[in-house]
């Protein structure tokens, strides 16, 4: 299941090669009948999931079997290298908590994003090629335990993104695509030179070779003594930690490497910043969290406080950027920044409380950011016009899509009973009982308060208050004496259609329930994160039960 349910958007792209240009609708309707098939396939894979085994490192003489499950593993690359031994490069397919509910997330959002792309008209047949092989990188990613494989996957991120925001963005949309890619291509060289190190460091204890396998790197009895990324070579050890950690910071996006994301989030197509913000940017804490820290546990012991202080920079930073946006777009793009830093400050704080927050937060900012991009598209489609100070009073007009865009809005700054409150909070309590991050988790949660200014600021000056008619839309009063407003160059209806509706209303569910009753998400997570502190440190600080 787990190889149908990457490629099967890959299938969809082929069918849609063949399909002629000239048949847009038949195009999105493939693409979405890929994007559904994912759905269903990760709802079976939820289904049969069992949350009591850890996965994280191998069973008892490094079989997968009893810890990670639906495994598929089978030899792909062998080749003879002489003095170095054979090379063993496989495809290794798997799931235990740290990616299970990151493979339903990045199904829902893929859904959305295609329903999102309805509209888009330019160079349909090519749109979503591009989008289907970024659906397939995405999958592959969370679900590949051999280094090499989720290499491969990371890379192929980058081609479809590239051309999606240069081609379908807005006026910049060159730079932001070429910043993108740089950024990102960055991190992955230094990447691939930590991955060589760490192949020819660790033996697989199943065939006695070297491996790629990150189940088997995650065990440090695997390593050699004497490697270069050996126990005894502490001065490369954190060498390669630090590399990788910049890789996956850059994805985050952390302070400092976080400029590429507002520009991208600008200039990309609403879908694309659906799928940029809602996936994407999970990567980077994820890979932290199956790949950096699992390698290196001495090296992350000892950068717990720096790893905190960059979440709080992130979360104070970020909120005050958004604090002086004047685009709503931008605006989002910031506040995803800042909340991203509380994943940083949960895996910060080296306990089950603290890691389980981070990852519970990295499923709940997928949709609710998700679902603030889309608000964000909807106003921008009626009025052309992103700029906050261009409305008001639009709740009397909108009331529907008004109520979803509080269900959002509120969610992001964490109010109780909506699903932002609980993993924050959860974060904030193993943040506080970690002596190294407790005085930074003093000072980080000034950004809840920070977050709920910008947020409430720009609620009410877009949907309160005063009508704004100008340049973007104009008042009139019928016989009645009731006013109506109509967006210039909208020709369709003002409040929210069946297709927005069928976007947003799910996500709005999501966020409500899961901020009701968390347990869906959090029982199956609990036991793989208990097992990564497990392995993280000699003896559990603390642990979720």
Known sequence: MLSLIVFLPIIAGLIILAVPSSQKQIIRIVSLLGAIGQGVIAVLIWRQ???TMAGIVAAPGGSLAGSFQMIERVPWISLDLGSFGPLNIEYLLGVDGLSITMVLLTALISIIGVLSSWTIQKQVKGYFILYNLLATAMMGCFVALDFFLFYVFWELMLLPMYFLIGIWGGPNREYAAIKFFLYTLFGSVFMLLVMIGLYFSVIDPLTGHHTFSLVAMADQANYIKGAILGPDNVTWRYVAFIVLFVGFAIKVPMFPFHTWLPDAHVEAPTPISVILAGVLLKLGTYGMMRINFPLFPEVYQAGLYVIAVFGAINIIYGAFCALA??????MVAYSSISHMGYVLLGLAAANSEGMVGALYQMFNHGTITAMLFLLVGV????????????FGGLASYMPVYTGLVIVAWFASLGLPGLSGFIS???????????PVTRPIAMVSVLGIVFGAAYLLWSLQRMFLGKRKPDALYDLEVDAHGHEHIHFHDWKGKLDLDARELTM????????????IYPMPVMGLITTSVNKLVQVLAPVAMSAVH
């Open 49 to 51: 999931y069992d949350p």
């Open 325 to 330: 946006q004047q685009d709503l777009k931008k």
């Open 379 to 390: 106003i921008y489609d009626r009025a052309h016009s992103r700029q906050i100070d261009k």
């Open 424 to 434: 924050e909070a959860f974060v904030f309590v193993g943040a506080f009982s970690a």
């Open 504 to 515: 947003l209303v799910p996500l709005a569910v999501i966020i409500i329930a899961l901020g």
